[in-house]
C-alpha cells in the first residue's frame, strides 16, 4: 500500500552489518518505460527477499532499512517490503504458542489464529480453553485460587492483540496492520493473476467488437482504466478511479465483459446499489470485494434517490477511507478498501434514468462507454456454449493483463494526473442522459407553455417557476413537483446555460436577482453576452 509517510520506526540509527550477496546484485534500470511495472515488481520482490534473510540473521528492522535505502531502493518500495516481511514473520513464527499469535475481535468477542492450513480461524473463549489444555496449559485454577495459569494470557490476547476490524479487505493481502490509529488484521488476500507472455486472439476479438468505434476511440479509455486499476492490485497499492459505466443495447455482451472483470479485479464482487442510493445504512459486506457491481438492479429514477447516488458514487471514487458498518452493529473501523466501481445498463431512456446527473462533481467521478450489439467470437446459444466461451476467455487473461501491462500505451490526451484516464464521456449517451436530466425537462416545460407569440422571454427564477406553476397552465403540478426545493429553478437555470447557451444565457443581476433570457429557438452568442456576470 502506498504510504503517505514512513512509518515511525523508519529512522535507521544502528550500525549495519554487511548486506546479504543478493542486495549487492544491481539490475539496470529499464529505459522502456513499459518495463517500469515490471522493475518495480522487481524490486519489491528482491527487496522483501533481502529482508526476510536479514531479519532470520538478527538484523533490526531499522538495520534492513539502511542498508536497502542504501542500495537506491526507494522508500515506499523498502517500506512495503520490510513491513510485509515483519507481518508475515510475526503471524507464521511457529517458535512462538499459539497464543503470542492469537488476535481478538470485541466485536465479535472471538479470537483469531491460524489453523495448520494456514486458514484463519474464529474461536470462542471455550475453544481457546481448548487449545489451551492440548499444550499443558491449566485452565482451571488449582485449589484455593481463582486464577488459572491461562487467565492471564487470554487477558494478554485481549489487552495487547485487541482489533478494530478483522476479515477480507479488498485490496489487502492477509496480515496484521496498524494504520492510522486502527489496528486491523486482513484474514483473506485477493487472488491476483499473475501475468504470462502469450496470445490471446478471443478475448481481444470481444472486446473489439463490443466497444470498438468507428466514430468515437473509446476502446483506449477502457484500457487505460483496466491498466492502472490492475497495475495497482498487482502491486498492492492503493490508488482512486473513477466508476465505470457500459451501456448498449439488450443482450449484447456488457454483462458479460462485466463479469469478466472481476477476476482481473481481484476476483471478489460484492453489489453497493441499495447502499449507494440509501434504502440500507449496512455496507460491510462491500468490503469484502475489489470489483462493485450494479446491474440489472431494480433502480430508482426519482431525482432524489439519483442525486443520492451521484453523492455516494463520488465518495466510493474519490474517498481514501470509509467507515464499516455491519447490521445490527455500530458504525466502526476507519478502513481503506480498494474499489472498483462498474455500472451496466441498456441505453433505453428508463434504463439510463438509474445514473445521476452529470453535475460538477459527479461528471469527472465516472467513464461512460457505448457498447454495441456485437458478434461472439464463438458460439452462445446454449449453456454449454457460453461455458466453454468463458472457460476460454478466462485462460487467455493472463496473456492479455502481460499485454496490457507491459506493452498497452495509454496516450498523453487521454491521461490524468489524479485517476490516470481522463473521465471520458460517449457524447451519445450524453446527451441521452442530458435530455433526462431536471433542467432539460424544466426546458420542455417552458418551451411548451410559456412563448407564445414571443420569441424570447426574460424574467428571474422566482418569476419563471412563478410563470409555470400558476394553476392556470395544464403543467403546474409537474412544475411544482419538478421544483419542489428552494432555489432548483435557478440551480437549473444555471446548468441550462452552461449546456445549451445558444437557448438560455445570464442576463443582468439586479435586485431581485439574476435575470435569466430564454430564446425560443437557438440564438447566435455575441461575445457580449458570453461575458454578462
Known amino acids: 500500500m502506498t504510504h503517505k509517510a514512513p512509518p515511525s520506526w523508519l529512522n535507521p540509527t544502528e550500525p549495519v552489518d554487511p548486506v546479504p550477496k543478493v542486495a ?10 513499459h518495463a517500469t511495472l515490471k522493475t518495480n515488481r522487481a524490486a519489491l520482490v528482491k527487496c522483501h527477499t533481502i529482508a526476510s534473510e536479514m531479519r532470520q540473521n538478527g538484523h533490526t528492522r531499522e538495520q534492513t532499512v539502511a542498508a536497502l535505502l542504501g542500495q537506491g531502493h526507494d522508500v515506499d518500495t523498502v517500506v512495503d517490503a520490510v513491513e510485509t516481511d515483519w507481518h508475515e514473520a510475526q503471524i507464521a513464527d511457529t ?13 465479535a468477542k472471538e479470537y483469531i489464529l491460524k489453523n495448520q492450513r494456514g486458514t484463519w480461524l474464529r474461536q470462542t473463549e471455550s475453544q481457546l480453553k481448548r487449545r489451551f489444555k492440548m499444550v499443558g496449559v491449566r485452565t482451571s485454577p488449582p485449589k484455593g485460587e481463582i486464577i488459572s495459569d491461562a487467565d492471564p494470557l487470554i487477558q494478554d490476547i485481549q489487552d495487547h492483540r485487541d482489533l478494530h476490524y478483522a476479515g ?17 488484521l486482513v484474514t483473506e488476500s485477493p487472488t491476483i493473476i499473475e501475468p504470462v507472455k502469450g496470445e490471446w486472439p478471443v478475448f481481444r476479438e470481444f472486446m473489439e467488437n463490443l ?25 498492492f497499492r492503493h490508488r482512486p478511479g473513477q466508476a465505470m459505466v457500459i451501456a448498449g443495447p439488450r443482450d449484447c455482451g ?9 477476476p482481473i479485479l481481484g476476483g471478489r464482487a460484492a453489489r453497493p446499489y441499495r447502499y449507494m442510493i440509501g434504502t440500507t445504512d449496512f455496507n460491510s459486506d462491500l468490503f469484502l470485494g475489489e470489483h462493485l457491481m450494479i446491474e440489472d438492479e431494480a433502480a430508482a429514477t426519482d431525482i432524489r434517490s439519483r442525486k443520492h447516488f451521484g453523492a455516494q458514487l463520488k465518495q466510493f471514487v474519490a474517498n481514501d477511507e470509509h467507515r464499516q458498518h455491519a447490521k445490527n452493529k455500530n458504525a466502526y473501523a476507519l478502513l481503506r478498501p480498494f474499489w472498483r466501481v462498474t455500472i451496466t445498463l441498456n441505453e433505453d431512456p428508463e434504463d439510463m434514468m438509474v445514473l445521476p446527473p452529470l453535475v460538477d462533481g459527479v461528471e469527472d467521478k ?29 485462460s487467455e487473461l493472463p496473456a492479455f493483463l502481460h499485454w496490457l501491462l507491459y506493452e498497452f500505451k495509454l496516450d498523453k490526451s487521454l491521461q490524468h494526473d489524479r485517476f490516470g484516464v481522463v473521465a471520458w464521456h460517449h457524447p451519445a449517451l450524453v446527451k441521452a442522459i442530458d435530455e433526462l436530466s431536471p433542467e432539460f425537462r424544466l426546458l420542455q416545460l ?17 418569476e419563471l417557476e412563478a410563470a409555470l406553476t400558476d394553476s392556470e397552465l395544464s403543467c403546474y403540478r409537474e412544475a411544482n413537483k419538478l421544483l419542489h ?22 442576463g443582468k443581476r439586479g435586485n431581485n436577482g439574476r435575470e435569466w433570457v430564454i430564446y425560443k429557438t437557438a440564438h447566435e452568442v455575441t461575445q457580449t453576452e458570453m461575458e454578462v456576470e
Open 168 to 184: 477480507a479487505l479488498a485490496g489487502w493481502r492477509d496480515g496484521y496492520y496498524e494504520q492510522t490509529a486502527t489496528r486491523f
Open 24 to 33: 549487492q546484485d544491481t539490475e539496470p534500470v529499464a529505459q522502456d518505460k
Open 366 to 394: 465516472v467513464i461512460i462507454l457505448r457498447a454495441k450489439q456485437c458478434k461472439m467470437p464463438m458460439p452462445t446459444r446454449t449453456e454449454a456454449e457460453r461455458t466453454a466461451f468463458r472457460s476460454v476467455i478466462i
Open 446 to 462: 417552458i418551451d411548451g407553455n410559456l412563448f407564445d407569440v414571443n420569441a424570447v422571454w426574460t424574467g428571474t427564477s422566482a
Open 211 to 235: 466497444l470498438g468505434d468507428p466514430d468515437h476511440d473509446q476502446l483506449p479509455v477502457f484500457l487505460g482504466w483496466l491498466q492502472i486499476a490492475y497495475k495497482a492490485l498487482y502491486e
Open 485 to 506: 426545493y428552494g432555489n432548483s429553478c435557478g440551480t437549473y437555470m444555471s446548468r441550462l446555460a452552461k449546456k445549451v447557451p445558444e437557448r438560455v444565457q445570464k
Open 254 to 262: 456488457k454483462s458479460f465483459m462485466q463479469k469478466i472483470l472481476t
Open 95 to 107: 517458535s512462538k504458542p499459539f497464543w503470542e499469535r492469537t488476535y481478538y475481535d470485541p466485536h
